[in-house]
C-alpha cells in the first residue's frame, strides 16, 4: 500500500517546498495517469498563482511611482514657502546703512 501512495506523497512533498519566494518552480510530470493530470493542474495553478503576484508588484511599483511624484511636488511647494524671502531676510538682519563701513 505505501509503494502505492509514494507518487501521492512525492507530489504532496515537492507542492509543499514551493513557497511564494520560489513559484518559479513546478513539479516534474511522470507517466501519463491519473496523478499525471493531477500535476499538470497543479502545476497549472502554480502558474496562475505566480502571474497574479507579478501583477500585484507591478502594481505596487506603479501606485509608489505615482504616490511618490506628487509628495515630491508637495515637498517642493513647502520648502519653498518656508524658504527666508529676500524681504524677510533683509527686515530681519542687522540694519545698517549704505554708507557706514563694514
Known amino acids: 500500500m ?3 501512495l509514494q507518487p501521492i506523497s512525492w507530489l ?3 507542492a509543499g ?3 511564494e519566494h520560489d513559484l518559479k518552480r513546478r513539479i516534474p510530470v511522470r507517466g501519463n ?3 499525471a493530470a493531477l500535476t499538470t493542474t497543479v502545476n497549472g495553478m502554480l502558474d496562475r498563482l505566480e502571474s497574479t503576484v507579478e501583477a500585484q508588484k507591478s502594481l505596487l511599483d506603479d501606485v509608489g511611482h505615482e504616490l511618490r511624484t506628487p509628495m515630491t ?6 520648502e ?3 524658504r527666508p524671502t529676500r524681504r524677510t531676510r533683509r ?9 557706514s563701513p563694514a
Open 2 to 4: 505505501a509503494r502505492l
Open 12 to 14: 504532496q512533498r515537492t
Open 17 to 19: 517546498e514551493i513557497t
Open 33 to 35: 495517469d491519473d496523478l
Open 73 to 78: 511636488i508637495v515637498r517642493g511647494h513647502l
Open 80 to 82: 519653498l514657502m518656508t
Open 91 to 99: 527686515s530681519s538682519g542687522p540694519s545698517r546703512s549704505r554708507s
